[in-house]
């Protein structure tokens, strides 16, 4: 009964270590510009980037080429993956501006294997968004539902710096970090 006990304890230390350090719209500005997403993505980007798992190994990199349209009411992102294993996907985001509140711009976008409607806040050089997303499992294998917690900071030489946070069942799979720069 007391190992019990001390396993429960230790579970519970160890989902909240897991939830602490996350970034927060209130965080200090750390660029002089503002990140303004229709402005900054329309046109062409680049992308870089890497998915790590929850222990820190390096399973996946690769590169995104992004062509960006902003019609004045929804900004459409047209992402094409090259993963550094030869395979390659293609993802269509629609973001759209909700309205402003408080101190925060607020998005709806949606995509493919999105599930529901992803949800965002912008504010100064920072933008997060959460949602629900069905990854290809490895192998072709069907998919597996995560969550998404994906920030974006500008950065004070024109790239941004995307980090995005996976869960499922609120336990930590891994993280995706990326670079973005305009072409």
């Known amino acids: ?42 046109g062409e980007t680049v992308a ?9 190994t390096i399973r996946r990199r690769f590169k995104v080429e992004i062509s960006g349209d902003w019609d004045g009411d929804v900004l459409t992102l047209d992402e094409r993956f090259f993963y550094s294993d030869g395979a390659t996907e293609r993802r269509v985001w629609r973001l759209r501006k909700t309205g402003a509140i408080g101190p925060d711009q607020t998005w709806e976008g949606t995509a493919d294997g999105v599930r529901g409607v992803a949800i965002g806040a912008e504010r100064g050089d920072t933008f997060n968004w959460r949602y629900q997303f069905d990854l290809p499992k490895s192998g072709g294998q069907g998919t597996m539902a995560v969550r998404f917690d994906d920030w974006m900071w500008l950065l004070e030489d024109g790239r941004v710096l995307n980090r995005a946070y996976l869960s499922r069942f609120g336990v930590t799979l891994g993280e995706v970090t990326l670079f973005f720069e305009r072409r």
């Open 1 to 42: 009964m007391l190992r019990h006990h001390w396993q429960t304890l230790g579970i519970l230390a160890l989902v909240g270590v897991m939830g602490c350090g996350r970034p927060a719209l209130d965080d200090p500005k750390l660029s002089p510009q503002d990140l303004d997403l229709e402005t900054y993505f329309h």
């Open 48 to 56: 870089y980037g890497q998915f790590q798992d929850r222990f820190g």
